[in-house]
């Protein structure tokens, strides 16, 4: 049969996470629900990473100065993010649950490749004239399967948490971190990093109201604050649209037509 080539898009090498919605879950459920948002938040993550390492051996000299500030747009999510769980969501479900440690495995897996994401920090320091894309591979390869791991396991953590309804209100508690992380982060360069990954096709576009934002906030993080720095995001893995696209730099492809 005739084959086609086209670049890679970031579904590999790191895995998406179905969300529990689609896997037949109960809609309704606020903690179905809580962990199917925080699943679209974690894939924007992985298809960010995902970007990054497809990407990132086939840069030229003169991507390298917008290719290490996308980098740092997806470290500064992980960061922001993280912190949020670890002062907001985590010690919140601890005191409503009563239960000390019970989250204490998610607080584990974030040290688990912290060295890592700080080594891969400290390189994004590098001058563009001396940066390696390969040496930023290596990298990730160090620490990416811990955070992947983090990322996935974390789905089911808060899906557990159901036995504790009556006393937590997980919908109310991700809300209380998301306002502390737009409280506290660059907005233009969170909001247009999550944009420039965000799939509004993924599971069969089920997810077209994701994030929950007032429509201008969605026009904005779009169409108007990337545009500055469009040759930064071009990096990305979706359109303004929210449909994925081939990323630029990244290796070919086979794929048998009709497929």
């Not at 992980?78 to 912190?83: D, K, N, V, Y």
């Not at 949020?84 to 040290?111: C, D, L, R, W, Y």
């Not at 309804?165 to 991700?174: H, L, T, Y």
């Not at 089920?206 to 201008?216: E, L, N, Y």
Request: contains cysteine.
């Amino acid at each position: 049969m005739p084959k086609t080539f086209q670049n890679k898009w970031a579904d590999t090498p790191f895995a998406l996470i179905p969300t529990p919605i689609y896997q037949g879950e109960d809609k309704t459920d606020s903690f179905v629900r809580g962990a199917s948002e925080m699943a679209l938040v974690h894939n924007c993550i992985i298809r960010g990473l995902n970007s990054i390492y497809l990407q990132a051996p086939y840069l030229s000299p003169s991507d390298h100065a917008d290719f290490i500030l996308y980098a740092q747009g997806w470290s500064g999510v992980i960061h922001a993010h993280h912190e949020g769980e670890e002062t907001i969501i985590f010690p919140t479900i601890e005191e409503k649950t009563g239960q000390a440690g019970i989250m204490s495995t998610n607080v584990a897996q974030h040290q688990a490749f912290s060295t890592g994401l700080s080594a891969f920090d400290t390189y994004l320091l590098t001058p563009p004239s001396d940066f390696s894309g390969p040496r930023l591979v290596e990298i990730i390869d160090d620490f990416a399967p811990s955070l992947v791991t983090h990322l996935t396991e974390e789905i089911a953590t808060l899906l557990a948490l159901k036995e504790y309804r009556g006393s937590v209100d997980i919908v109310a508690i991700m809300e209380a971190e998301g306002e502390k992380i737009m409280k506290n982060i660059n907005k233009t360069l969170f909001l247009s990093f999550m944009a420039a990954n965000l799939d509004v096709t993924f599971e069969d576009g089920i997810h077209t109201k994701f994030p929950p934002a007032p429509w201008f906030v969605k026009f904005l993080m779009h169409w108007v604050w990337p545009l500055p720095k469009r040759r930064v995001w071009r990096f990305g893995s979706t359109t303004p649209r929210g449909v994925p696209k081939e990323l630029p730099l990244a290796p070919k492809k086979e794929e048998e037509e009709g497929k």
